[in-house]
Nanobody, 125 residues
Framework: QVQVVESGGGLVQAGGSLRLSCTAS????????MGWFRQAPGKEREFVGT????????YYADSVKGRFTIARDSAKRTVYLQMNSLKPEDTAVYFC??????????????????WGQGTQVTVSS
């Protein structure tokens, strides 16, 4: 079993930055994929970005490319979502997800086995 915990959300003005953290604990392995998703009120949960444990490769949704960056600290089993140049439309609950097997860049929710509880990010205009 794997536990996934996010932290770091909050309120920020448009143009500002926030960094979210996600830690996976329990039965984890080096060959994992961790993903970030977000869900705004009344909308579907959407893909933000993902990182592969095997090589640190990352892949992003077009809506955040160039503004958001995912990095990892393998020793801590932690990944970070650095969000810069935030816009009001980035307001959402952000979720971290974990897949124990590295199948590549996973952009679909159904491909992740474990999820965190989510953390709120609010960007004011």
């Amino acid at each position: 079993q794997v536990q996934v915990v996010e932290s770091g959300g909050g309120l920020v003005q448009a143009g500002g930055s926030l960094r979210l953290s996600c830690t996976a604990s329990g039965r984890t392995d080096s060959t994992y994929v961790m993903g970030w998703f977000r869900q705004a009120p009344g909308k579907e949960r959407e893909f933000v970005g993902t990182i592969r444990g095997s090589n640190g490769g990352t892949y992003y949704a077009d809506s955040v490319k160039g503004r958001f960056t995912i990095a990892r600290d393998s020793a801590k089993r932690t990944v970070y979502l650095q969000m810069n140049s935030l816009k009001p439309e980035d307001t959402a609950v952000y979720f971290c997800a974990y897949q124990p097997y590295d199948f590549g860049y996973l952009t679909r929710k159904s491909l992740y086995d474990y999820w965190g509880q989510g953390t709120q990010v609010t960007v004011s205009s």
